[in-house]
């Protein structure tokens, strides 16, 4: 792969996460994604299942089954943090790899060696 090839893959990588983390963003003020997702699963679901978790009525597997899927509520705000974050990095390097794309694509006689 030449590095124009590298550096093109990292700017379309970049965009990609640019358009997920703006995805995240839309999510985020929806309100029926706030009502049904964040307040009714994550809040409400996932507390009723940390409570299972510790009901000595269930199987041992009843509860360890109930604890994961509490933790799902953690697991699923550290992949949005990241898919934002990864959104954020992208688009701060975007610039950056244009402008490499643009350099590796037309390099100056000082990059090349004088010497034979």
């Known amino acids: 792969m030449s590095e ?6 990292q700017k ?8 997920l983390r703006d995805a995240a963003r839309r999510l985020y003020i929806n309100p029926d994604f706030k009502k049904l997702i964040l307040e009714e699963y994550l809040l409400h679901e996932c507390a009723r299942y940390g409570q299972m978790s510790a009901n000595p009525v269930l199987t041992k597997e009843q509860r360890e089954d ?3 899927i509490c933790q799902s509520a953690g697991a699923f705000k550290r992949f949005m943090s990241a898919v934002i974050q990864k959104g954020n990095h992208g688009e701060s390097q975007k ?6 794309i643009i350099d590796a694509e037309n390099p100056s006689p000082d ?6």
Do not use: H
């Open 4 to 9: 124009v090839e590298a550096l093109t893959k």
């Open 66 to 68: 109930a604890l994961l």
């Open 12 to 19: 379309e990588d970049a965009i990609y996460y640019m358009e």
């Open 111 to 116: 990059d090349f060696d004088e010497e034979i």
């Open 95 to 100: 610039e950056a790899l244009e402008q490499a």
